[in-house]
């Protein structure tokens, strides 16, 4: 009995190695088989993984290498302008912002750029600093530039030119939104929108993210508009005691009336006070209560011409 189960564990035993062996070879003829049919295609995408790898290591090198040189020549540019050589640097920059690495190409437009408004040549500035506020590849340089454009043209364009030139950079996200939005507030000055102007600095000084510097001259700005409005009071309306005492008299006379009082005003009604006045009604009266400080001269003809009439 025992032999039995013994002599039964070891056939059980062979029988599972000859399936495993079976099941190898199986697998084995069908690797050979798919080796037959596709080892051509799956050699050619293994060396196209190879060489594509390759390539993105050497595009990157390359890159990095550009980079390297771009960063070189930008510095010694500026080194160029530091030892007082604007030609050369003039330049050099020249030759970077046009064949350079994008990011050291648009930096040198931009030097070149300030060169120009330290030499007085505003109009080249403007070119270049336009040319930049188009084609810059980074978002931050490019509102820059546009900045930069637009206060170049601040005490020359109108209005509308300046709040163009600075629809992009007014943003609640822009970086440059506090200098975009004191430029629009001094445009706006200057355009005599005085109201806008004073809700543009306004808004600068309720943003706790405005620069100090912005926020001392939006101050400023403010000081002056407030001391402009009072130094300028609004017109005063004429009361009805003024404009009765440039009432001519003698208009009154040829009536019998005496002087009236405020009360006898009141009673005069739509077709005028009885015994010669007609037409001097609340309408007549309105006219007068409603002529400006400072035109005794009009208020006195129009209460004089019902009296005339």
Do not use: C
């Amino acid at each position: 009995m025992f032999w039995g189960r013994e002599f039964q564990g070891i056939m059980v035993d062979k029988n599972d190695t000859l399936l495993r062996e079976v099941d190898e070879e199986l697998r084995r003829e069908q690797l050979e088989k798919l080796w037959k049919r596709h080892g051509n295609l799956i050699m050619m995408g293994a060396a196209a993984l190879v060489l594509a790898y390759g390539a993105g290591q050497i595009w990157q090198a390359r890159r990095i290498a550009a980079s390297e040189a771009a960063g070189a020549s930008f510095e010694d540019a500026r080194r160029l302008i530091a030892e007082n050589k604007p030609a050369d640097a003039a330049k050099a920059l020249e030759t970077l912002s046009k064949g350079g690495q994008p990011g050291y190409a648009d930096l040198a437009t931009l030097q070149l750029a300030g060169n120009e408004v330290k030499a007085g040549r505003k109009a080249e500035a403007l070119a270049l600093f336009e040319s930049l506020g188009k084609s810059a590849t980074d978002t931050m340089l490019r509102d820059y530039a546009r900045l930069q454009a637009a206060s170049l043209r601040l005490g020359e364009a109108d209005f509308t030119e300046i709040q163009n030139r600075l629809t992009d950079v007014l943003g609640d996200k822009n970086p440059w939104r506090a200098a975009g939005r004191e430029l629009l507030g001094l445009a706006a000055m200057k355009a005599g929108k005085m109201e806008l102007a004073k809700g543009t600095f306004q808004q600068l000084l309720a943003d706790r993210n405005t620069p100090q510097g912005i926020s001392e001259r939006a101050r400023i700005a403010m000081a002056r508009i407030v001391e402009a409005e009072l130094a300028s009071p609004p017109p005063a309306a004429v009361s009805p005691a003024a404009g009765m005492s440039g009432m001519g008299m003698s208009g009154m006379s040829g009536s019998g009336m005496a002087a009236p009082t405020m009360g006898g005003m009141s009673g005069m009604g739509g077709t005028g006070a009885t015994g010669g006045m007609p037409g001097a009604g609340m309408s007549g009266m309105s006219g007068m209560s409603a002529a400006p400080a400072g035109d005794g001269k009009a208020a006195a003809s129009g209460a004089a011409a019902p009296g005339k009439k």
